[in-house]
């Protein structure tokens, strides 16, 4: 090959051009736009998910501790009757979690009442905004 026919092979294989940039990140943010509402919708659902599950969980322990007291935590003893024993809990088996009360997803205690307002007893969130009400992720979440 001759110095010439070298140099303007070298000449093609540079890489991308601007031009070609630009359309790759223009087209990748059309993608991020339509998906990203969607995929965030998503992890907002996964929280409240996660609260009705975690209430699912402590209600069969307050079962398990009904079971062997013969009745629920009192709302002044709260959840943590469930992990150490309270001084008025004759037949106190436990503890009836693995590890302590878990908070929900938004970092906050569960509220606790018995009796409740609803039903026998009441486990709930007030979801991510912390008060009564609200939609999507701001709904209360609970054993109801």
């Not at 010439?4 to 223009?26: D, H």
């Not at 992890?43 to 398990?64: F, N, P, S, V």
């Not at 205690?109 to 609200?134: A, F, H, V």
């Amino acid at each position: 090959m001759t110095l010439q026919g070298r140099r303007s092979s070298r000449g093609r294989n540079r890489g991308f051009t601007l031009m070609e940039l630009l359309v790759v990140l223009a087209i990748l943010g059309l993608l991020m736009s339509l998906v990203g509402p969607r995929v965030l919708n998503q992890l907002g659902g996964a929280k409240t998910k996660t609260a009705a599950i975690q209430i699912k969980d402590l209600e069969q322990a307050l079962e398990m501790y009904k079971l062997d007291v013969g009745r629920f935590p009192s709302s002044n003893e709260g959840l943590d009757a469930l992990v150490s024993k309270p001084p008025s809990a004759a037949g106190w088996n436990g503890p009836y979690l693995k590890s302590d009360v878990p908070l929900d997803p938004w970092n906050r205690e569960y509220m606790y009442k018995y009796p409740g307002d609803r039903g026998e007893l009441d486990i709930y969130s007030y979801g991510q905004n912390g008060t009564p009400g609200g939609e999507g992720e701001d709904q209360d979440v609970g054993n109801w």
